[in-house]
């Protein structure tokens, strides 16, 4: 008598662990785009450190039954070190960060933001708002501790020139400076601008501080300056007043590629390269539109649809609410933001049913009608094209589950 056919599912036999700072939303983005890659390789088992207190056992990332590393921005530099130590020296993915360490170089690969292509999108759309003076504020690193912090001021003012523009930069003060020596010196140089000004600030907390200071000496935003950070991390972006414009790198692009690469460097391919990530998208806030015009108009919508997306909108209820046509709405979405307005809708409606999935214990039944869909199985379906797995899969992934 034949035997049963055993089940489809393979057994476990690799294991990768995922090391970052979960406070940072690019790092979420980046094991998204990790979950995603491994979904079709059932024999990895992702662990994933970081996200969870119940899960932040370090001494799991210096045994033998790790065959791979995937360590993500925040983590400290001794860690790192360690790491490079393991007694199983297994291959190592350094993403946003460059793998500084001679011991683990040959058996690792860095994925780091393509700055040069962040400030080209940064002068480009300020450029793109009919503004003819810019600026650039740096972090108060030194370039030997931020190298991509002078990369993209350099890029930035390369981009400036090649349109026929200059750029005023800000040199911050010592570190070893207080506070209030900081914010007197950033004060004296926002108010000496000249206005209107299109600003770029290298990433979204350096920005919320110019929004700030800003703010406290009566320098209109946007009116008077437009803010542009780096990262979209949402925290930031949707709380500042006025909400902040953000370019958002391709993040769970760069930890599917991770994956990728880590897997093949499993498998005997050579480490010891860099590759680079570019940008997935602007997002314009309030703090890089007109005041009166289309693009106001656009924000607007944009801001409501991410404060709503569980709602079930339609373009011709938002165009109502923006006092517009739908055509007029369409159009001022598409000149701004590069997409449609239903197509938004759609990301933003997918954006939250990923954090309800992965950050809350919300039955799985009841998250199409939170994100606006009437039909649980069309949802499905759309989330199922949208990741490559279901609803349930992609939770498990989330959570470190297999």
Known sequence: MKKNASSNSSPVSRRVLFLGDFAYSSVRAVVSGVIRAFSSHPEVELVIHGAHPADNDR????????????????????????LAAARNRCPIAFVSKPCDLPSARRRS?????????????????????????????????????????????????????ARGFSAHVYEPTPRRAGSKVEVAALADWLLALPKPCG???????RAMRVLNVC???????????????VDNEPWICESTSPTLSSIEPDFESCGHRAAEA??????GAPGGRTETFGVRRVVQRMSTTDAHGSASRAVRARDWIRRNAGEPLTVAQLAKSMC?????LQLSYKT?????????????????????????????????????????HHFSQFFKARTGMSMSQFRRRARGGA
């Open 109 to 161: 690969l860095s994925l780091v933001c393509d700055d040069a292509a962040i400030a080209e999108t940064a002068a480009a759309l300020l450029v793109r708002h009919d503004l003819t003076e810019f600026g650039y504020v740096g972090s108060r690193l030194s370039a030997a501790e931020a190298g991509w912090d002078a990369v993209r001021r350099e890029a930035f003012v390369k981009a400036l020139d």
């Open 199 to 205: 600003l770029f600030v290298s990433y979204d907390q």
């Open 215 to 229: 703010r406290a000496k009566g320098i209109a935003v946007p009116e008077q300056i437009q803010i542009v950070g």
């Open 262 to 267: 880590l897997l093949e460097m499993m498998d």
């Open 324 to 328: 517009c046509s739908v055509r007029t």
């Open 336 to 376: 701004v933001f590069g997409t449609t307005v239903w197509e938004d809708i759609a990301e933003a409606r997918m954006e939250k049913a990923q954090r309800l999935l992965a950050e809350t214990k919300t039955p799985i039944g009841e998250i199409p009608e939170l994100v606006g869909f009437e039909s649980a």
């Open 59 to 82: 001494n799991y990332a210096t045994t033998p039954d790790v065959d791979g590393i995937i360590t993500c921005m925040g983590i400290r530099e001794a860690f790192a070190r360690r």
